[in-house]
């Protein structure tokens, strides 16, 4: 558990280092960044801790939907966020007027993201409350969580830019690449999503092929 935990750690780093790159980017962010940074605006408080806000609220609906909650979840929810404020504040990824730099930082972004979401679902101790959240409601509505996800990321972006959020071209190449981009580096690495067993709180083991 221990050599688990410290995976979960390290994945979530990569996933903060990843967020850094798309705000650092200047083209605008993902599209729960940019939900993040609307949120953080609105409020006046740092993007890291809006996320874990957002986090937080996801995890409370994903219970009542049903969807089982694991400590990688809980962890998920905290941590990041907290990863993401301490490389901000940091100040060693800035942002670039070099438009080429710009589109880098996004692919870096999106790469990081992967590689991290790859070693803590990788862990088994729970998916991401947005990963529970698009699988509880797909099984709700019986629709596809490719159709749910970008049903939720746009809404997402919606109230983000209305809380006053960065949004980008950079944002538009998240919401079509994203998908793709993921599937192309769980492929190179071998990676099945759907043959991880995890482990939730409560002793629940979700059984393979259902996430």
Known sequence: MTKKILL?????????????????????MSPWEVLHSGM?????????????????IIVAIDYLLGAKIGIGTILNM?????????????????TSDIYMVQIAFLFVGMFAMNIGIWI?????????????????LSKRTNVSVQVVRSSIETGAVIIGIMLGGSFGFGTIICALLAGPFMKLIFDKIGF??????????GNYTLKKGEL
Do not use: W
């Open 78 to 94: 905290i941590i990041i966020g907290l990863y993401t404020d301490i490389i901000l504040s940091l100040d060693i990824i800035r």
């Open 192 to 201: 099945d999503v759907k043959g991880v067993e995890h482990t939730y709180i």
């Open 8 to 28: 979960l750690n390290l994945g979530f780093f990569f996933c903060a280092l990843g967020s850094v790159f798309f705000i650092r980017s200047g083209s605008g």
């Open 120 to 136: 803590y679902i990788s862990q088994g101790l729970g998916a991401g409350p947005r990963d529970g959240l698009m699988v509880a």
């Open 40 to 56: 953080a605006t609105t409020l006046g408080i740092r993007i890291g801790r809006a996320g874990i806000m957002v986090s937080g």
